[in-house]
């Protein structure tokens, strides 16, 4: 549950995408547009229109900029929840638990949301403080299992599982994103649904840097033990590096959003809220510029 301070934080923000809708309406996404209401400056660039450009800017500071308004348009939010077995570990799920509270908390203030697991369950589409309320009980009860699909598969089947529909929407995926498997067919299956996407990683320190020494290890999703030494992890360590490469370069070749989110140090108050996770989860959310200023 998101403490009274993180709530506040939060209402200074509101939920950015690229692409929300191609059909009017009357929520608001955070997006250049033709509407009245004055967004951002950015600088000129080369097809902007005069008129746009603010004059009175460029009398003061010698730099030409263009204004920026606010779109009015209709807009669907998806929050996605991988809830594979690796997720259990290093304190993953509950941190992605939080970062997927502040992201619906302000997708029901803005726009028609759902929350997803790639278990299969989802919330009601909602807007507003009941719809909110149904999407934080899914949230709060929802555990890493065995036996799951991989978040690959889970956020492909997600996708197919939405309707084709006209414009675009967001989707949030929120996941270790620990999969053999290339992405490229969860890929297509959200580019062919019209789904502008943010992929958040969230990954433990025991998943960048695991300790040496000896171990046994257990394959939590596919339950293989090995006895594994010093030159194991250090060989772990340098192919974990280059996973994390090679899953950034694939998302960015498909223009998808990313950003890589620590679980932080544990700091829960006895209400049950941590702040410390609510602080490092929004200012990852404002990095990737999930969020941004309302």
Do not use: C, N
């Not at 929120?174 to 498997?181: G, Y």
């Amino acid at each position: 549950m998101i403490s009274a301070a993180g709530r506040r934080a939060l209402d200074r923000y509101a939920l950015a995408a690229r692409e929300m809708s191609a059909s009017s309406g009357d929520r608001t996404a955070r997006e250049a547009g033709s509407s009245v209401e004055f967004l951002d400056f950015r600088p000129y660039q080369p097809g902007d229109e005069l008129r746009a450009v603010d004059w009175r800017a460029y009398a003061r500071t010698r730099r030409v900029v263009t204004r920026l308004y606010r779109a009015e348009r209709t807009i669907d939010v998806h929050v996605v929840l991988d809830v594979s077995a690796s997720m259990g570990l290093g304190g993953k799920m509950d941190y992605a638990r939080t970062v997927a509270e502040l992201v619906t908390y302000v997708g029901h203030r803005d726009a028609l949301t759902r929350v997803h697991t790639t278990g299969g369950d989802a919330s009601p589409t909602a807007q507003g403080r009941a719809g909110l309320g149904r999407a934080w009980t899914l949230l709060e009860r929802t555990e890493a299992v065995a036996g799951v699909p991989g978040p690959v598969e889970g956020v492909r089947a997600f996708a197919l599982s939405l309707p084709r529909v006209r414009g675009a929407a967001l989707a949030v995926v929120i996941s270790d994103l620990l999969d053999p498997a290339p992405w490229r067919p969860a890929l297509v299956a959200l580019r062919a649904r019209g789904l502008d996407a943010a992929f958040l990683q969230v990954v433990s320190e025991d998943d960048l840097h695991p300790p040496e020494g000896r171990f046994e290890v257990v394959d939590v999703e596919t339950s293989e033990r090995r006895t594994v030494g010093t030159e194991e992890v250090r060989a772990y360590r340098a192919a974990v590096q280059a996973f994390l490469r090679r899953t950034r370069a694939a998302l960015a070749q498909a223009g998808v959003g990313h950003v890589l989110l620590r679980t932080p140090v544990r700091l829960a108050r006895a209400d049950g809220t941590d702040p410390d996770a609510e602080r490092s989860a929004l200012a990852a959310l404002r990095r990737a510029r999930v969020l941004v200023p309302r």
